[in-house]
């Protein structure tokens, strides 16, 4: 091992993003005994715990670690996720579908979408829905893995995520990274003491007097930013105007309703509210904003409209949309709610901490610290948030409604200048551009700006090589593939209990 290399790593909070990236640590870096890596927690301090959806990207984490799939849904009291559907955002009475995965078949060159566009100027009216399959396969409460070795099926290209416990999540990583050489310290931290030379932390005392020292250290701490911002004064950019959401109510409630593969986002009238079906409960919450809401009108807003009886009071919690200017400051990495907050819309909280530690990992520093890579990471988490913002900001901006003084905040909303170069794209020709490797696809800017009735001006000239007959039958044979495959799909609860998964009744999907 080199002169300079890390050999001592603190992780400073625990919950989902303490231990997924001590989780991380110990298989990437626990196996050659050289480098000690300790979680410091303290059980008198909670954890958020909102994260219960996640998007795709989930399964190429878990895969990293090894993880056995059905033994972690049952462990997490996990189900399956095939996308998000909205309920009320674009005017009262309209849903649509952001699916994990791809609509139809790209033809000639050129994307699926700009020949379903077409068709809509030849009179088909046939909803983007209809051409995918995770749309389609989640709303019959159905679920398939990815098969590809079926290349010409749409189940080759379907994507899929999970909704579970993040505290069982939590807890199920701990156990596998204590297996992986990591050390828990249980204590409170009450000083941090620096360097007076380099500006480097050097350690961390503890309530108990005892000093923690370190080499590296990652902020996990939580809104608080206990090292990030209490010791490094790393800032931060405030994006509440954009997204004025700023608190949450969150409860489960006993199961009721439906069991779908789905994350579902329902419109409010100062907010919106998630609802999240696991094997034994629903996660519900309501995100909303104080300046249009009292927390009491939202606590009794959230309370009524629960499929089933609260599991306990609803947890209020309080948070600014942003991240911290410098995510990386010295010897000092902030991730999870340490380094930045975007409410969960499209779940991406546990994404953003399962990124920052690809980032860290493939940026991983010498006792140095050369700011040209620290720059680089903070760079690159700054974009990403920024991307996600973005995205998110168009749910709300892009709405018809103003039945409400929030609707009309968000609909008149000047938006971020990379959103309006995208809704400008589109509303030219129908024409979608991921930017720098971006987190979200074509696919989802396509679905929620469908969904959002952000109107195409046309579509690819391409499309018109083939003949409007054709492409209306093309167009009707991929929707009766669609369907036929969806239908063959098995029920997602069948499949659950074949997994050895213990499920609390719910009404079966008609």
Known sequence: MRDDAIRRVVIVGGGTAGWMTAAAMAQILGRSGEIDIVLIESDEIGTVGVGESTIPQITLFNAMLGIDEAEFVRETNATYKLGIEFVDWTRIGNRFVHPFGFYGLDMQGIEFHHFWLKGRSLGDKT?????????????????????????????????????FDAGLYARYLRRRAEAGGIRRIEGRIVDI???????????????????????????????????????????????SHWLPCDRAFAVPCESGGDRLPMTRATARPAGWQWRIPLQNRIGNGYVYSSAHLSDDEAAA??????????????????????????????????????????????????????????????????????????????????????????????????????????????????????????????????????????????????????????????????????????????????????????????????YLRQIGCTLAGLKRPS
């Open 301 to 494: 807003t959230l309370l009524a409209n629960l499929d089933g009886a609260p599991l306990g009071d609803p947890k209020p919690l309080r948070f600014t949309a942003g991240h911290r200017k410098r995510p990386w400051v010295g010897n000092v990495v902030a991730l999870g709610l340490a380094g930045g907050f975007l409410e969960p819309l499209e779940s991406t909280s546990i994404h953003l901490v399962q990124s920052g530690i690809a980032r860290l990992m493939s940026l991983w520093p010498t006792k140095n610290f050369e700011q040209i890579e620290i720059d680089r990471f903070n760079a690159q988490t700054t974009q990403e948030y920024t991307d996600i913002r973005d995205f998110l900001v168009m749910h709300y901006n892009a709405t018809e409604r103003d039945d409400t003084p929030f609707w009309d905040y968000c609909r008149t909303l000047a938006p971020p200048e990379g959103l309006a170069y995208k809704l400008a794209m589109f509303r030219a020709n129908g024409r979608i551009f991921r930017e720098h490797n971006e987190l979200f696809t074509e696919t989802s800017w396509l679905a929620v700006m469908v969904g959002k009735d952000v109107a195409a001006g046309g579509y690819h000239p391409a499309a018109d090589q083939m003949s409007e007959t054709e492409t209306l039958n093309r167009l009707h044979h991929i929707r009766e593939v669609v369907l036929e495959t969806a239908n063959a799909m098995p029920l997602q609860d069948d």
């Open 193 to 239: 003491t620096k360097d007076g030379e380099s500006g480097l932390v050097d350690a961390v005392v503890l309530q108990s007097g005892e000093r923690i020292e370190g080499d590296l250290f990652i902020d996990c701490s939580g809104f608080r930013g206990l090292l990030i911002e209490g010791a490094m004064q790393a800032g931060f950019e405030d994006w």
């Open 127 to 163: 909803p983007l829905g209809d051409y995918s399959l995770a749309a389609a396969g989640g709303l019959a409460g159905r679920f398939a893995h990815p098969r590809p070795d079926l290349p010409n099926s749409p189940l080759s290209k379907i994507g899929y995520a999970f909704q």
